[in-house]
């Protein structure tokens, strides 16, 4: 019955998101106040059900109900009761499932906290986001179903999750990832509906941006998430490796920061509309590509789902209609700019177009990187197959970053319009000395192996610290105390700084590691000792343990710290009872400064293992950055500025007034639409709104 | 500034539909295949008793050099109940296959009531109390037959109840292929 | 209009300076980045040579596993029925490598026609047979290789 009442869930939220996805657009277009009105109410409903969908999926793995096709797939009744939960997005059509809840989440979020917004921007955003919703779920139903049952033939046993999968980092990465993925199409939405309407204004790169912020955020995480569990769930040692599924997050996390950063001129300064729509657009279109790359299996990925080609065609179909036709909109009814510039050579709308322009060029390598054995073989023929491997991505990426790191310690001194050149260089020269010469002293000090690209990362993130410690400083210097002064900075402000922060940290966590760490794999047998640093680690043999669903061999392995003991680490070889999968589970010490990385390779004969020894200095800092960063973005949205306008609008605002603000607003969006084409126009209209 | 310019932004989506057009062909190439769990893998290496004689033990060796139909049974199944007549006029039909029965997580003395009240397709019936090997075939439930070819690599795996119909459409296309 | 054509001239010239930069940087990571795919017939051929990433994929031949060496060292040889190439790797090898199983190795080519190999490749999926692999097969059959049983 549960499963059946999930299906039928399913199917209502399918026929309330066509509803969303028409009435409200119509009403919009008709100036019907009614029929804009039903967006909230169609958006709550399409959450509810989507959200019993889903109660109802994880309520049949709590049950092992095996006859649900799905769940005999990817649990079993030795499973921990908490893996069950997890197993519910464990592969393609519950992560599916999770991904349409996700998008059913964020339009009701957006349903939620638009009450200060013009009621037919809210139905247009609102229906674009039921467009959206209307995709996926037929998708989810009528080719990933998770609920469909196998009755005829109902087995009596699971045949588990993937034990890779049997992991507290991974439970929890793709719910984070898909946070970020999905609450891009709010900014997406956003950007839709001012096209449709015609009102590229700055009322509408307001709105977007603390939504645009939330799901950076996220995807921030998920993304730091996913690179942890990489590093201690494949036993690898490596956090990063460049996979094409690594690169399909990647990739709208680069353009939804080029976008947060963009969104910030068009709404101080009302420029670069254009291509701010066009990042909105992009990001999620590409969180969309990453959704068809990995769920496709047009390339392979050591996390691919299941290959069905047959999905994914309906998915490239899904694509061609939601990117496609938003890209043609965008062609279509973007404003085009007159070309002359509103700002000097040493402005801050200069330094971050070239943010952008670094952030999407990174972006467009990526993407060439990963589709390149796809167009060689498009050009060559069939047999002719290539692999795209690390190095290139590093090659590309490194400088690209270095460069944009440099101009973001200069970026952060600009002001709107232009910046006085002379006073830009004296505040700022001796910064980039002290960060030079501290980026050469470090390594002294700590007397570490001097090498120049350790110099260059240190230098850089010395430079991005100690220019936003001096920009802070020089907006403290004029209030009345110094403590007066932090408090008055707005918490946009220190979102800002921290996530600035955090890329400095990360800079340093991973030049730090890829150049310090000391990766040795050694056959050891038992007493055998491996010294690296001041540390000695002493194999002590591998004995048979049972655990809940699977066995185990486990070493044993003692460190000693300069002579005294320090810890014990007990990396495992896993061996799942349900499907025979082996699974190497890595032990880490992990620190501040550096962690004790081991891991068990494959026996060599006489009680002889080779055993990874890895020790690893401020791996940790990369996932500490990215927390900073993501915590900045969070800073950014709690901004009082935001509250205050809701605040405001909300008390001047009764109904009466919002049906006339609404009409006035929609006459506004009909002459801009009837003149289209001509310019001065909608130049008026704009000016008007 | 005037038409020329709206020009420039049709290159989004000239750009995506040649990435579209890629990633489409890309999904034709590369329609892999996925087979099920053991599919064209060895036999797993076992060890089990027979049915009739506990001491009588059948190893996966000594049965390799024939084509094997693997019927995964046990009593308290009920697909199994129905599916057992067809099973044996099948094997009756058969006399080159070597129909072997694993005994699945069953009560032996149940199994072997079972057996002599409504007749044996099979030349030999392992049994899998503990359930293991119906865990290193992948068994995901009674019945499951498997056919194992001379070199005891599994070719063919069927969830579900065999009848005529079913062996005639998936079975024997694939044991006329063995031979 | 004097500041704004100059401005412009910078931005051209900027955007040809970040464009030649940027074709340098591209020209440079394909060079170190791109593994070319052979198969072992075709490295037996002589088709590939000792200066370039390559990718090979094969089957992992029944006992050719040395692993009893001194140190870390493995040996194997990868298969595609027809031809034989020894493949040698310092490290651990993925869970998933089994012999009589595919196998896809990214390294150089030795002078010695030993293949040394910077990464061994393993799938998650153990269902999945990796496209390289069974593009190898497929090439040797037709050129009439014995190939027993498609066991991976």
């Known amino acids: 019955m549960i499963p059946e009442f999930g299906n039928f869930a399913i199917i209502l939220a399918l026929g309330l998101s066509l509803m969303l996805s028409v009435v409200p657009m119509l009403g919009a277009a008709r100036r019907q106040l009614q029929w804009m009105q039903t967006a909230r109410t169609l958006t709550t409903g399409v959450f509810v059900f989507m959200l019993a969908a889903f109660i109802a999926l994880a309520w049949s793995f709590l049950q092992d109900d095996f006859s649900v096709a799905y769940i005999a797939r990817n649990s079993n009744t030795a499973l921990p009761t908490y893996y069950k939960l997890a197993a519910v997005w464990g592969a393609h059509e519950g992560s599916l499932l999770l991904w349409v809840l996700i998008l059913s989440l964020w339009g009701f979020a957006v349903s939620v906290f638009s009450k200060d917004l013009p009621i037919d921007m809210v139905s247009r955003v609102l229906s674009v986001m039921g467009m959206v919703e209307v995709g996926f779920i037929g998708f989810l139903l009528f080719t990933s179903n998770p609920f469909e049952r196998s009755l005829l033939n109902i087995p009596t046993e699971g045949a588990d999750l993937n034990p890779l999968l049997q992991d507290f980092g991974l439970t929890v990465h793709p719910p984070f990832l898909y946070m970020g993925y999905v609450g891009f199409s709010v900014a997406f939405a956003f950007a839709i509906a001012a096209l449709l309407s015609g009102r590229l204004d700055a009322a509408w790169s307001r709105w977007s941006r603390p939504w645009t912020n939330a799901a950076w955020s996220f995807l921030t995480i998920g993304i730091a998430l996913g690179s942890w569990w990489a590093y201690y769930e494949l036993g690898w040692g490596g956090w990063w490796f460049w996979d094409p599924v690594e690169n399909v997050s990647f990739m709208p996390w680069l353009v939804g920061t080029a976008l947060i950063h963009s969104l910030a001129v068009t709404e101080k300064r009302g420029v670069f509309k254009s291509w701010t729509v066009l990042l909105a657009i992009g990001a999620f279109s590409l969180s969309l590509l990453g959704a068809f790359i990995v769920r496709s299996g047009v390339i392979t990925s050591v996390h691919a789902f299941a290959v069905d080609p047959e999905r994914g065609l309906v998915l490239l179909c899904l694509l061609l209609l939601i990117i496609g036709g938003s890209l043609l909109l965008y062609a279509l009814r973007a404003p085009v700019v007159a070309g002359n510039s509103v700002y000097g050579e040493q402005s801050r709308e200069l330094y971050l177009l070239l943010n952008n322009i670094i952030l999407v060029v990174s972006m467009a390598m990526i993407l060439l990187g990963t589709l390149y054995p796809l167009i060689h073989e498009a050009i060559y023929g069939e047999a002719n197959k290539v692999s795209v491997g690390p190095p290139y991505f590093n090659t590309l990426f490194v400088p690209l970053m270095g460069g944009m790191s440099f101009l973001l310690g200069i970026a952060v001194f600009t002001r709107w319009k232009r910046t006085p050149v002379n006073h830009l260089i004296s505040s700022l020269r001796p910064l980039l000395l002290l960060s030079i010469v501290l980026g050469l002293a470090l390594p002294l000090i700590l007397q570490a192996e001097f090498k120049i690209s350790v110099v260059v990362a240190l230098a850089l993130a010395l430079w991005i610290t100690a220019t936003l410690l001096m920009d802070i400083r020089n907006k403290v210097r004029n209030k009345a105390s110094f403590m007066n002064g932090l408090l008055s900075l707005g918490r946009a402000y220190w979102g800002m700084q921290l996530a600035h922060f955090g890329l400095a940290v990360i800079i340093c966590g991973i030049c730090l590691t890829s150049q310090y760490s000391v990766e040795d794999d050694v056959r050891m047998q038992p007493g055998d000792e491996h010294e690296i640093e001041e540390y000695v680690f002493k194999f002590e043999g591998v004995r048979e343990i049972v655990g809940p669903n699977y066995d185990a061999q486990a070493a044993t392995i003692t460190v000693t710290k300069s002579g005294e003991p320090y810890l014990t680490l007990q990396p495992e070889k896993r061996r799942y009872r349900a499907r025979g999968d082996v699974q190497t589970e890595a032990d880490i010490d992990v620190g501040l400064f550096r962690d004790l990385f081991t891991a068990l390779g494959d026996p060599r004969g006489d009680d002889a293992w080779v055993v990874r020894i890895h020790v690893k200095p401020f791996v940790f800092w990369i996932w500490l950055g990215a927390f900073f960063m993501a915590t900045g973005g969070v800073l950014a949205i709690l901004d009082k500025r935001y509250r205050r306008e809701r605040i405001r609008k909300n008390s001047r605002l009764d109904n009466s007034s919002v049906v006339s603000n609404t009409i006035a607003i929609n006459e506004a969006g009909n002459v801009s639409t009837k003149s289209f084409d001509s310019n001065e126009t909608r130049g008026l209209v704009e000016e008007r709104v | 500034m005037n038409s020329s310019h709206r020009g420039l932004l049709f290159i989004p989506a000239g750009f995506f539909l040649l990435m579209l057009l890629l990633l489409g062909k890309a999904l034709f190439w590369n329609q892999r295949e996925i087979p099920s769990a053991l599919l064209n893998r060895p036999l797993p290496e076992f060890s089990k008793p027979t049915l009739d004689n506990p001491n009588q033990t059948i190893t996966a060796a000594g049965l390799r050099g024939d084509i094997l139909i693997m019927n995964v049974w046990a009593t308290w199944c009920p697909p199994c109940h129905a599916e057992h007549p067809h099973l044996v006029r099948i094997s009756e039909n058969e006399p080159d296959l070597v129909f072997v029965g694993v005994n699945y997580k069953d009560d032996a003395e149940a199994a072997g009531e079972f057996i002599n009240t409504r007749g044996n397709p099979f030349a030999y019936i392992l049994t899998d109390v503990d359930g293991k090997l119906g865990i290193e075939l992948g068994v995901r439930g009674a019945p499951e037959t498997f056919v194992v070819d001379r070199e005891g690599f599994i070719r063919f795996k069927y969830e579900g109840a065999i009848d005529e119909n079913v062996w005639q459409e998936k079975f024997v296309p694939v044991i006329s292929q063995l031979n | ?152």
Do not use: W
């Open chain 3, 1 to 152: 209009m004097r500041a704004s054509r100059r401005s412009r001239l910078t931005i051209v010239i900027f955007i040809l300076l970040g464009g030649v930069a940027i074709l340098f940087l591209l020209r440079t990571a394909f060079d170190e980045g791109l593994n070319v795919f052979f198969t072992p017939t075709e490295i037996a051929e002589g088709k590939a040579g000792t200066n370039q990433n390559l990718r090979i994929g094969g089957m992992v031949k029944q006992g050719s596993l040395k692993r009893e060496g001194e140190g870390t060292l493995i040996q194997f040889i990868a298969t595609d029925f027809n031809a034989d190439i020894s493949v040698v790797y310092d490290g651990v090898l993925p869970d998933l490598f089994r012999e009589g199983q595919g196998v896809v190795a990214e390294g150089r080519l030795q002078e010695d026609g030993t293949f040394m190999a910077r990464q061994i490749l393993a799938k998650h999926d153990e269902n999945y047979m990796s496209a390289e692999v069974k593009t190898a097969l497929e090439a040797a059959e037709s050129k009439g290789a014995a190939i027993p049983a498609m066991q991976q």
